[in-house]
Each structure stands twice: as C-alpha cells, then as structure tokens.
C-alpha cells in the first residue's frame, strides 16, 4: 500500500500532469525555435536569427522549470514504479529538449555569418536536413505525449535518413571547398550547421528511446541504426 | 520525521554511496577515453583510437548503471531535500559524463582520418587544448566528490581558457586552408575534433554548476563566462 491517502495521489498526479505540460510547452518551443531558424536561413533575415539567439533563454528556464517540478514531484511522496519512471524521464526529457534548442541557436549564429558571406547552393540541402528533424521532433514528441511507444519507433528508425542526409552533405561541401577556396569560410559554418542539425536527430532518437521505455518498461532491442559516417569522410585521398 | 526507521536511512546512505561510486568510475573513464584519444592523435596510433571508440560502450553501460540506481535510490523512500538532489544530481552528472566520453569517442573517429592524411601543424594546438580539457574534468570531478563549492568554481571560470584556445584555433585552421587547399579535408577534420574538446569543456562546466548547486543549495549569481565566439568567425570576409 503506497504511504499517503487519495489526497495525496491526486495532488501527485497532478502535479505529473503540470510536469507533463511543462514538456509539451518546452517541446513547442524548441522546434518553434529551429523553425525560425531554418526560415531566416532561406530569407537570408538576420534579425531574426538574432532573435532565436536571444530567445534560447527561455528554453533554458522552462528546462529548470521542469527539474524543479521533478524534485518537488519525488519531495511529495515515494513514488509507485510507473509514476518514477515518468517523473525521471520527465527530467531526461527536459534536458535533450534543452539541447535541441541549444542546437537550434547555434544554427542561428552561424546563419547570421553566412547571410555577411555571398550565398553558396548547399545552404539549400541544409534546410532540407533542417525541415526532416522539425518532422521528427514533431513526431517523437506527440510520440511521447500520446504514449505511443510504436509512433517512437519510427521516428528512432527514421532518423537514419537526416544522417545519410548528412553524410552526402558533409562530402559535398568538402568538395566544394576544394573546388573553389572562395566557398572556404561559408561551407566551414555550413558544415558545423548540418552538424547541429544532425545532433537535433540525435536528441529526438534519445527522446524515441525513452518514450519506448517508458510505454513499454524495456529498451529497445532492435539494432541501432548506424550513425553519420561523415567523421569518417576522406573525399580528396588521391589529391593529398 | 521522515518515513521508515534507521535501517532504511542506512540502506538508504549505502545505496546514496553506490551512486557516487559509480560517478567516480565513470569520470575516471571518461577521463581515460579523453587521454587515450589524445595519445592517439600525437603518436598517430589508430589502433588505440579504434580502441577508444570501441570503449565507448562500457561508458553507456556505467551510465545506465547509475540511471538504474537512482531510481532505485528514489523507490527506497521519500528522500529528504538534500538525499533529493544527491540523486537527481547524480543522474544528471552521470548523464555529462556520457557525453563527455561520446565526445572523446567522437575526437577518437577524426584522429583515425586524420591518420590517413599528411600531418598538418595545428595538430599540436588541438592536442594542447585537449589536456587543458583533461585538467578541468579531472579538477570538476575532484570538486564533486569532494563537495567543494569553491574549486568548482575555478573550473567554471577556467572554461573561459579553453573557450579562447578554441576560438583562435578556428581561426588559424581557416587561415590554414585558403592558404593551400591541399590542407582541407585534413583541418576540417580537426575543427570538428577542436569543437569535441570545446564541448567537453561545457559539460566539465555543467558539472561545476550541478556542484555548486548541490553544495550551497543555489545557483552561480556570477555572470556566466562568454562562450567561444568561433561560430561568427570571418577571417576572410575581405577576400569573400
């Protein structure tokens, strides 16, 4: 028998239900931030970029926000193994959202360089990485939200096309840099923009393999997917 | 008065002790990983660097270790404020040092391209910045075990040292591939391993908040050091 009355049960759920709003809205914010993002990078706006920047901030409190709603949440009583397992990967959670946004942002300082250099093509194949992780942010976190272990799987399957997205980039702007020395210094800060775009992927596959464990109580057994190759890319061998 | 009798208060100190244990193993391996991977790329070792990317999973396996222990801690009883963030701190400390052995195996992966290619001299630089990196998770992790708010501290503002190194050395590697672009694949091979090494210096200083926090019971009021500034770097937007 828990410790603690009826009362005590429905104060703790609710306050898991307050933990659980305090995701959603983190989770909204974030990918509206990469959206933002990946809109000033086409428009070429760096006011707003500017203002994602400024913006990450408030990712940051919501995060804290959520950590300390996950201590009060523990503080209230011992919790029964389901509620635990919400409540700590409620703070889990938290953070990978925290990062996606931090990601988010340091895709926005780097468009605020590229739109001072003249414009190269691959900026376009980078939003197209950057429109595919919105998606799966999008899907893993109504993943988690609904419970749905199976819709988590997906996205933890899919993220395998924004790394082979990634890889086929990181070779081309190689290429690029190669071809032309002028491309040097915009395909450095795009490569490190696909790179941050890259680990949203990351943090979304993080947040599928929680909600996985946490609708079924075991991991995922499937083989991971393999990840970028691109650290391993040596396009110019034969020329060096 | 907290629940339960002195006996689930000392299995309760034993388990709070499993937990730092474990923290103290998994730094002192991540802090291995870091080590060898920079051995690997002075000496050119690829075999010792396969070997640090292969490592990579006993520190996953020591992270869901502690994961697991914490939950195990929190099912115990209702932890009393100071054991409440004991545990949740371990679990987000735990969660740093992961990424700092993600990155060591990420810096791991570069080094056994990087071996492919002709030697290129900010090699050393990047080395350099690697075991400042090295000195500031083994002082962040001493000041965690042993409670010290104060050493915690210095690692947080000496992150700032790190921030430069790298900063300056996105600068030079730029400079180092317009002057002949025979040397960029190997050097942007080296940015992103500099940027691992930048990241580690970050979560060295999450661990150093997470300290001061779980030592004093408040956040650092100082202002947060600048960050590195790499990412609106234009060393050539005369040339562009």
Redesign the interface.
């Known amino acids: 028998m828990a ?1 603690g009355g009826s009362h005590t049960m429905k104060s703790f759920d609710a306050e898991l239900n307050k933990l659980k709003d305090m995701i959603a809205r983190m989770s909204g914010l974030a990918e509206a931030q990469l959206i933002a993002t990946l809109q000033a990078m086409t428009e070429r706006d760096s006011d707003q970029a500017a203002q994602v920047v400024a913006d990450d901030v408030k990712v940051d409190a919501l995060e804290r926000q959520a ?1 300390e709603q ?2 009060r949440l ?6 029964l ?1 389901d509620d ?2 919400m ?2 990967t409620g ?2 959670l938290s ?1 990978e959202l925290e990062r996606v946004a931090d990601n988010a942002a ?1 895709c926005a ?2 468009v ?2 590229l739109n ?3 414009s190269v093509a691959p900026v376009r194949a980078v939003t197209r990485m950057g429109w595919l992780a919105v998606e799966l942010l999008k899907e893993v976190t109504d993943a988690y939200l609904s419970h749905d272990a199976e819709r988590a799987m997906v996205v933890w399957r899919r993220d395998q096309e924004l790394d082979d997205l990634y890889s086929s980039l990181f070779r081309e702007l ?1 290429t690029y ?2 071809e032309d ?2 491309n ?3 395909c ?2 795009l ?2 923009l696909a ?1 941050n775009i890259e680990r949203i992927g990351d943090h979304a596959t993080n947040i599928a393999e929680m909600t996985y464990f946490l609708v079924t109580g075991h991991p995922i057994s499937e083989q991971r997917p393999k990840r970028d190759v691109s ?7 034969d ?2």
Chains 1, 2 share one sequence.
Not at 74 to 79: D, N
Request: hydrophobic fraction near 45%; charge should be positive; proline fraction near 8%.
């Open positions: 410790i950590s996950v201590m523990l503080a209230l009583r011992t919790p193994a635990l397992r409540a700590v703070l889990k953070g340091s300082k780097r605020m360089v001072q250099l003249p190689l840099m190669l020395p002028r040097i210094t915009a450095t800060h490569m490190f790179k650290s391993s890319t040596v396009p110019n061998s020329e060096t």
